[in-house]
């Protein structure tokens, strides 16, 4: 349950043995063995296919289903990796390849008095048209992606990656300046 990132669809299908606390879920009556939460029950077919729909539901993998009388899988959290996979080396020019995103760009800030994040929207050159504030980036580039002020993929990754930095600086009190790197000091 550790990769949870409580999206609930777990609990939607079984509430009763997928409760959320604190933002994740929690498996009912379950116990931490092996950094693994475990629950061992038998169960009827109805309470089965709902438990099942919920382990395949979880968009992180995070729920397995073991029948305990063949200790084989139903539903694993295994990786299968296909023989024909395809590598591909990761390459990318910002000089050549950037392209502005046609509904404007923002400039990010982290407010260390605030503990917030703060994102400035331009949809003209340097015209600040809305501000979103948010502790965490999940909540902010939700809310731009809610509000319509980015169109591209590109800029939306790049949104989410300097999101997540600014949090990092935030909860780790280091400068965060847009578009540079964090410069992190191990005192080890």
Same mark, same amino acid.
């Given at each position: 349950?550790?990769?949870?990132?409580?999206?609930?669809?777990?609990?939607?299908?079984?509430?009763? &043995?997928?409760?959320?606390?604190? $933002?994740?879920?929690?498996?009912?009556?379950?116990?931490?063995?092996?950094?693994? &939460?475990?629950?061992?029950?038998?169960?009827?077919?109805?309470?089965?296919?709902?438990?099942?729909?919920?382990?395949?539901?979880?968009?992180?993998?995070?729920?397995?289903?073991?029948?305990?009388?063949?200790?084989?899988?139903?539903?694993?959290?295994? @990786?299968?990796?296909?023989?024909?996979?395809?590598?591909?080396?990761?390459? &990318?020019?910002?000089?050549?390849?950037?392209?502005?995103?046609?509904?404007?760009?923002?400039?990010?800030?982290?407010?260390?008095?605030?503990?917030?994040?703060?994102?400035?929207?331009?949809?003209?050159?340097?015209?600040?048209?809305?501000?979103?504030?948010?502790?965490?980036?999940?909540?902010?580039?939700?809310?731009?992606?809610?509000?319509? @002020?980015?169109?591209?993929?590109?800029?939306?990754? &790049?949104? $989410?990656?300097?999101?997540?930095?600014?949090?990092?600086?935030?909860?780790?009190?280091?400068?965060?300046?847009?578009?540079?790197? @964090?410069?992190?000091?191990?005192?080890?």
């Amino acid at each position: 349950m550790h990769k949870c990132i409580g999206n609930m669809s777990c609990a939607m299908y079984s509430p009763e &043995y997928f409760k959320i606390i604190d $933002g994740k879920a929690k498996l009912v009556g379950s116990m931490l063995t092996d950094d693994k &939460y475990l629950l061992s029950l038998r169960c009827d077919n109805l309470t089965e296919e709902r438990l099942i729909k919920s382990a395949e539901a979880c968009p992180v993998n995070a729920i397995g289903i073991v029948d305990i009388d063949t200790n084989t899988d139903i539903v694993s959290t295994k @990786l299968n990796v296909s023989d024909e996979h395809k590598e591909i080396i990761a390459e &990318y020019d910002d000089l050549k390849e950037f392209v502005m995103d046609s509904k404007g760009y923002f400039l990010i800030k982290a407010d260390k008095e605030k503990k917030e994040i703060q994102v400035g929207f331009c949809g003209s050159r340097n015209k600040v048209e809305v501000i979103v504030r948010g502790k965490k980036p999940l909540e902010i580039y939700q809310t731009i992606i809610k509000q319509g @002020l980015v169109t591209r993929l590109d800029h939306s990754a &790049y949104l $989410g990656r300097e999101l997540q930095k600014a949090y990092i600086a935030l909860e780790n009190n280091l400068e965060y300046i847009q578009d540079d790197e @964090l410069e992190i000091i191990n005192f080890s």
